[in-house]
């Protein structure tokens, strides 16, 4: 069972655009909330991280908005850049836990 | 070293053979993790070690699947006998401590068992 369900699948986002990726999750245990980037033949890199106790966390151009009541979160990229094309990657963990539950990925395509 | 480093980078075996994955984790690390990432799904949790021994294999599928931690730092991953449905990208993390801080991915090792 998918513990952290990601959409959309495929993003296509004209240059300067406003690129959203949702998440939502089931296990009300889960307070630590990350989002990957991953370009092709490369690993994962952490991008941006947010726990409950707050509802949004911005770096950047990146920004988690985070909805605890809803189980949901979700990231925006502003101003998107044809160097954010890429595929990422929501989770959820416990502190302290031994792994992270990923969505399925969304990859992100920015048209210039 | 400057990051974790995974051999091979590519790696094509026949069915039924067994393979060995290496990973070099970040000097200094005590946390190691291995997921595996298959075409179109997310990243699947295999093993997660803590200085040489796991406390969680949960995530091994099989019991084709072993993987070992030496010295508190290069860690292989052993798939014996393997089939096609084991095809996928293999890849390590590792973490200054453990408790799911964020972890730095290596490269990954592309397994294609024909």
């Known amino acids: 069972q998918q513990q952290v369900k990601q959409s959309p699948q495929s993003l296509i986002v004209q240059k300067g655009g406003i690129s959203i990726i949702n998440c939502a999750y089931e296990?009300?245990?889960?307070?630590?909330f990350p989002w990957y980037q991953q370009f092709p033949g490369k690993g994962p890199a952490l991008l941006i991280a947010?726990?409950?106790?707050?509802s949004e966390k911005k770096e950047g151009r990146f920004t988690i908005s985070f909805n605890k009541s809803a189980k949901q979160f979700s990231l925006h990229i502003m101003d998107s850049q044809p160097g954010d094309s890429a595929t990422y990657f929501c989770?959820?963990?416990?502190?302290?836990?031994?792994?992270?539950?990923f969505g399925t990925g969304t990859s992100l395509t920015v048209i210039p | 070293g400057a990051g974790v480093s995974q051999s091979p980078s590519n790696k094509v075996t026949e069915k039924g053979k067994d393979v060995e994955l290496r990973c070099d984790p970040i000097s200094g690390h005590t946390a190691l993790y291995w997921y595996r990432q298959s075409l179109g799904q997310g990243l699947e949790f295999l093993i997660y070690f803590q200085g040489n021994s796991a406390p969680d294999k949960s995530g091994l599928p099989s019991d084709r699947f072993s993987a070992e931690r030496t010295g508190g730092s290069v860690s292989t991953l052993t798939i014996q006998r393997t089939q096609q449905e084991d095809s996928a990208v293999y890849l390590c993390?590792?973490?200054?401590?453990?408790?799911?801080?964020?972890?730095?991915f290596g490269s990954g090792t592309r397994l294609t068992v024909v």
């Open positions: 989770a959820a963990s416990m502190i302290p836990g031994n792994q992270f539950y």
């Open positions: 296990n009300t245990a889960f307070d630590y």
């Open positions: 993390a590792s973490s200054l401590i453990s408790g799911n801080y964020g972890y730095t």
């Open positions: 947010i726990r409950p106790d707050v």
